[in-house]
């Protein structure tokens, strides 16, 4: 009996060894249609959001991701240039099944959503590169060396858990910190249209302010302003802090929609180590028209000025993402650029952000050909948190500043053709007296930053009686 106990377990120990060595089981299905920007493929099943490889004949592969199905066909978006695919074209998932349990080992448990999602580099390793949205360098400095990886569909925190925005953020623009003070933790859009300096008020932002680390999300935008704003905007010490993530409008919208993830995913791990980090990300327009461009694909109807419902319901789940952290963590402060076509304040994605967002800065195309920089339109701009951040006589000369900016331009075209006599208004008379300075107040040059305390200051001297 002892002699056939001891054969037994040699031969359960041989095919242990024998399980160990197989090569797991990969599901495996084939190409069968390639319509616009989706591909179809037959005999595989795979969750939304799951990582697959295209083989091409000879040693090329696509990457592609899974954005939905039907019936027995399983729809997925490419994301990088398909040219060479033929029919029949084996599809692999990326990531095999776990093993087989070995007798006596309890049976794994199975991945969640998250889990099962792509997961990428992030960590200090990443401080002054430039990757583009699957975490690979495109600034010619050597592989990342890091072992920290992130998923992508990590969840916003439980609202009740985060700590209020009580603290001020520090962006070196006077216009900003005296009249449209920044709490850190909030979430901004800048609101503009084409041409009016979004990418130079960013990269001032990244120069000048006080956050600890700075990821910069380029999203869709034109190749060739990456090279400018990183050399022209940012700066060798700007970049120093900060991680780029380049995604530009040539490359697929699977992989834009990943880039501005990918940002947030790199900010939120800087976040939850404690560090304050500034989140810009241009453009959420951007990020939005690719989303739109993967749900009329995949046959998803339209209901807004071509938007489908999933680009509606995508945009608060990536702003929900940024936002303080538990109380004595980190923060993420981001700003969204948010592009209005033909500069129309109510174009769908600039209505829909505005809801979502703490703040809207508006920029003035006006302003912007009248040699007013920054173009920043103060009457149409409000942070929906500076009342929690200032003292009150802050907050009452930021808002007699706003009341006599008004007053003026509201006379603007009486003043033009004399209508207006002196002594009418009192009100009016002294915005008149006060504009000159009230417009040099909202003026900065480009390569100089101002403090909080310094706007502050000029703003209590701007109404001191002369």
């Known amino acids: 009996m002892t002699l056939n106990a001891q054969r037994l377990a040699q031969y359960l120990g041989q095919c242990r060894t024998q399980i160990d060595s197989i090569h797991p089981w990969q599901l495996a299905g084939r190409l069968t249609r390639i319509n616009g920007l989706v591909m179809e493929a037959s005999g595989i099943k795979l969750p939304i959001g799951a990582s ?21 066909r399983l729809f997925m978006m490419p994301a990088e240039d398909v040219f060479g695919l033929p029919p029949g074209a084996l599809v692999r998932a990326l990531e ?70 009580s603290h001020t953020m520090d962006v070196g623009i006077r216009a900003i910190n005296a009249l449209l003070t920044v709490g850190r933790g909030q979430r901004l859009g800048l609101f503009a249209g084409s041409g009016v300096g979004k990418s130079v008020l960013l990269g001032m932002m990244a120069r000048c302010t006080t956050a600890d680390v700075i990821v910069v999300g380029l999203i869709g935008e034109r190749g060739r302003e990456v090279k400018e704003f990183i050399e022209q905007n940012l700066g060798e010490a700007g970049l120093a802090r900060a991680v780029v993530v380049a995604a530009p409008a040539d490359v697929s919208p699977l992989l834009r929609l990943q880039g501005a993830t990918y940002a947030t995913s790199i900010a939120e791990h800087f976040r939850d180590e404690g560090r304050h980090v500034l989140l810009i990300m241009d453009s959420l327009t951007r990020y939005a028209m690719a989303q739109r461009e993967i749900a009329l694909a995949i046959g998803e109807p339209p209901v807004t000025r071509g938007y489908p419902p999933s680009v509606f319901a995508r945009l608060p789940q990536l702003v929900e993402r940024a936002g303080n952290s538990t ?38 195309r006006q302003l912007a050909d009248a040699g007013h920089y920054p173009a920043i339109d103060i009457e149409q701009s409000i942070s929906r948190v500076m009342p929690q951040l200032v003292t009150p006589d802050h907050l009452e000369l930021a808002r007699r500043f706003k009341q006599l900016y008004s007053r003026y331009q509201r006379a603007r075209d009486l003043l033009a053709v004399g209508a207006y006599a002196h002594g009418a208004d009192p009100l009016l008379d002294r915005a008149i007296a006060l504009y000159p300075r009230l417009e040099g107040f909202l003026q900065q040059p480009m390569e100089k930053c101002v403090t909080s305390a310094m706007a502050n200051q000029f703003l209590a001297e701007l109404f001191t009686e002369t």
């Open 96 to 165: 095999p099944p776990p093993k087989l349990p070995v007798l006596g080992q309890k049976t794994p448990q199975q991945r969640r959503a998250p889990d099962r999602a792509k997961h990428l580099p992030v960590g200090p390793e990443l401080l002054g590169r430039v990757v583009d949205g699957n975490g690979r360098p495109l600034d010619s400095l050597g592989p990342l060396n890091t072992q920290n990886l992130n998923s992508l569909a990590s969840r916003p925190l439980n609202p009740l858990l985060r700590e209020p925005i």
């Open 327 to 364: 109380p004595g963590g980190g923060s993420i402060t981001a700003f969204y650029t948010v592009l209005t076509e033909g500069d129309d304040p109510q174009d769908p994605i600039a209505d829909a952000a505005r809801a979502i967002l703490d703040g809207h800065i508006v920029l003035s």
């Open 52 to 72: 697959t490889q295209i083989q091409i004949p000879g040693d090329g592969t696509v990457q592609a991701e899974v954005v939905g199905f039907s019936g027995d």
